[in-house]
């Protein structure tokens, strides 16, 4: 004579009945035909009304094996830009509500920096089982490039431009006109500056106008009755220069003040020096 009750666990945390004998004695083989989708049995043996106890001998079990529904997983949020933040994907389940398990190459922690992840999303649920792949690309952050100090004199050194980037500090790739070496000659140059950082791009380009380099002398001299031209100093030698005094090719002779313009030009490009002549 018996009285038990028998549930059954698909987590071994969470019990249902399944049969239910502990308030009328049992005696013998008992047979029962419960329904239900377990992975753990339990059985608790319950007072009897003789006080005897309760031996178990035999205990069969059958039914069909189980697998886990099928459920739907829909990958989301796989366009995103760096921010410096992680980048999680994210996913709709069917049925919806399903707690979702993220890898990104084989890692849960979602990444940061600017890239391509493989993404895999598995349902993790007692009931339900699906998985779906993808690619989550983090795209590099636009910058800011700033080109300055465009319009350079010629002295015989390298003039290279300068770079400013926002946010600051990014490595930047220059050329002159597809050259990493920054040119010495009077002319003009085609610059490019491309940002080469891991999680930003950005470029700009301009035009580096290298230009003689024109000064002017004896700008203070005295009445003799002859013309009286300025000294006239231009690099590189051999430049090509023109001189006005008050718009006039001719040095002036009277006393008095005049604007003096000198004009060098090479290679297309101009340089320019301007002052007052006093006689």
Same mark, same amino acid.
């Given at each position: ?189 085609? *610059? ?67 604007? *003096? ?19």
């Amino acid at each position: 004579v018996q009285r038990y009750r028998l549930e059954g666990s698909r987590d071994g945390a969470n019990w249902a009945s399944l049969v239910d004998a502990a308030s009328t004695d049992q005696q013998g083989w008992d047979e029962w035909s419960a329904t239900g989708i377990v992975r753990y049995l339990r059985f608790t043996a319950v007072s009897n009304s003789t006080g005897s106890s309760v031996d178990v001998a035999e205990w069969e079990v059958y039914g069909s094996p189980w697998s886990k529904a099928a459920a739907t997983v829909t990958l989301a949020n796989l366009g995103q830009t760096y921010d410096g933040a992680p980048k999680a994907a994210t996913a709709t389940t069917e049925p919806a509500g399903l707690t979702v398990r993220y890898t990104y190459n084989g890692i849960e922690e979602p990444p940061v920096n600017a890239g391509t992840y493989a993404v895999a999303a598995a349902v993790e649920d007692a009931d339900y089982e699906g998985m779906a792949t993808g690619l989550l690309v983090v795209a590099k952050a636009p910058a800011t490039v700033r080109l300055t100090e465009l319009e350079r004199n010629y002295d015989g050194t390298p003039k290279p431009v300068t770079v400013e980037t926002v946010p600051g500090g990014l490595g930047v790739t220059v050329s002159y006109d597809g050259n990493a070496i920054p040119p010495v000659a009077v002319g003009m140059y085609a *610059v490019a500056a491309e940002v080469s950082a891991a999680n930003y791009t950005g470029m700009s380009t301009g035009l580096l106008r290298i230009v003689p380099q024109v000064t002017l002398e004896n700008l203070q001299q005295t009445y003799n009755g002859s013309p009286r031209p300025v000294t006239v100093c231009v690099a590189p030698e051999g430049t090509e220069v023109g001189i006005t005094y008050n718009s006039q090719a001719t040095p002036p002779i009277a006393a008095g003040c005049y604007a *003096v313009t000198a004009t060098a030009s090479r290679a297309g490009c101009e340089g320019y020096a301007t002052g007052c002549l006093i006689v």
